[in-house]
């Protein structure tokens, strides 16, 4: 009797089992995942059972997905309060050397913090700077995404987020920092304000329409750094490249929350590469980001640590590879680490906030709460899905090398989300 009991319990199991492998098959297809290269992992969180396991073991280009890896290092490595600056005051000087706060003086954020610092010493200012402690572009960037704000260039003391501000008035182009203003300015029949591709000279559309506005990425440089500062705070910098002093202190100002929440919802590149110069600082280590990542990886013995290629902070490298297995595990640690209630306040959610404001899911009570991720061909979501049960799954759903519009990849990803939920 037992025997048979057995046989018919084995049965049902390998029948449901094929129920779900045939209803993810269809599903796929559907959806017309199946034409892409994809890869899918859902868990029920409470109990870990896995509801879609479809090449979560395969790597795959994670795009702004890696900004929850960066999301996760900030959260174990860095106070509330983030360091703005490092110094060393000597009986005449004040030697100072950046930490890599993205928010200095950039618009958008209310932070003078550095400047306000500066004004009040009556000593001479020297901004020291390690050679080579950054690298103004990423591995694997695009390099004609330069003339875009997204790809704003990394250093160890970013200032007006390392962008010139271009707005075309009635009269005048309007431009900011006034510093760029120097020099001859082309007036050409372009769409777009262009910068040069070698140098910050800036060329300006003839017919632009008033109020029109862009970032555009600068070339940075040690001394252009200290020459900004040295106009804004109207007396001398000087500048030396010079490796941090051991005995140097750093301050600190500004919530760590006030880059993080940006960086999810926006899906800021600049505020990812930065936090880990920022964690850099912390931990008195040096750049450039490599060095970075090699340091954390070395410190966190989590497995997803070990599996990744990790390029970049922001996952804008076409370099790095990430499997769906490694996003649920990152999910899961932010789960343990910081709870599902302020997960729901740090990531974007469904048809309320971020990146995922528009996404509007069929049942009414359902909810997401995830960062995307996407660039030409790909479509990436990795988060939290809430079914109307109340029911709740940790996923991570792959889309690459699609040869269709990233909006088709996105409404493909989601339908299937809300077709297996």
Same mark, same amino acid.
């Given at each position: ?32 995942? %199946? ?25 795959? =280009?994670?795009? /702004? ?36 706060? @993205? ?12 400047? #306000? ?99 555009? @990425? ?86 997803? =640590? ?15 590879? %990430? ?34 404001? #528009? ?17 030409? #061909?790909?479509?990436?979501? /990795?988060? %939290? ?10 996923? /991570? ?5 699609? #040869?269709? @519009? ?13 077709? =297996? =939920?």
């Amino acid at each position: 009797m037992s025997s048979i009991r057995f046989l018919i319990i084995l049965i049902l199991t390998l029948s449901l089992g094929s129920c779900t492998q045939h209803k993810i098959r269809k599903t796929l297809a559907e959806t017309g995942l %199946f034409t892409t290269y994809s890869g899918i992992l859902i868990e029920d969180l409470s109990t870990g059972k896995k509801l879609v396991d479809y090449n979560a073991g395969q790597y795959f =280009m994670p795009a /702004s997905n890696a900004k929850l890896l960066t999301f996760l290092m900030a959260k174990r490595n860095l106070s509330d309060s983030i360091p703005f600056v490092r110094v060393k005051e000597t009986n005449d000087s004040l030697f100072f050397w950046g930490t890599g706060d @993205p928010t200095f003086l950039r618009e958008g954020f209310k932070n003078a913090a550095l400047l #306000n610092y500066l004004g009040q010493k009556n000593k001479v200012l020297v901004y020291s700077d390690q050679a080579n402690g950054s690298k103004p572009l990423g591995e694997g960037w695009s390099w004609d995404d330069y003339n875009d704000y997204y790809s704003a260039e990394i250093s160890n003391l970013p200032i007006y987020g390392n962008l010139i501000a271009v707005s075309k008035g009635e009269n005048s182009w309007l431009i900011s920092p006034k510093n760029f203003i120097e020099g001859s300015f082309s007036q050409l029949q372009l769409k777009e304000v262009r910068r040069e591709r070698n140098s910050n000279k800036l060329e300006l559309p003839s017919a632009a329409k008033i109020g029109s506005k862009q970032s555009i @990425p600068f070339l940075t440089s040690v001394a252009l750094t200290a020459r900004l500062l040295q106009d804004t705070l109207h007396k001398e910098v000087l500048y030396q490249s010079k490796a941090f002093d051991s005995t140097s202190q750093l301050i600190y100002s500004n919530h760590l929350d006030s880059l993080l929440i940006p960086m999810l919802y926006e899906s800021d590149n600049h505020i990812a590469e930065q936090l880990l110069y920022l964690i850099a600082a912390q931990k008195n280590w040096v750049g450039p980001t490599d060095k970075i990542i090699s340091n954390l990886k070395k410190e966190n013995a989590d497995e997803f =640590m070990q599996s990744v290629k990790w390029v970049d902070g922001s996952g804008l490298s076409r370099y790095n590879l %990430f499997r769906p297995h490694d996003l649920v595990q990152i999910l899961k640690s932010l789960y343990q680490e910081l709870g599902m209630e302020k997960l729901q306040v740090y990531l974007p959610a469904s048809g309320k906030s971020g990146t995922l404001k #528009n996404i509007q899911l069929k049942h009414p009570s359902d909810k997401i709460w995830a960062k995307s991720g996407s660039f030409s #061909n790909t479509y990436n979501l /990795s988060g %939290f899905y809430q079914n109307h049960k109340g029911q709740i799954f940790v996923f /991570s759903v792959f889309s690459n090398l699609a #040869n269709q @519009p990233v909006s088709k990849s996105k409404k493909s990803v989601i339908t299937f989300l809300e077709k =297996m =939920m």
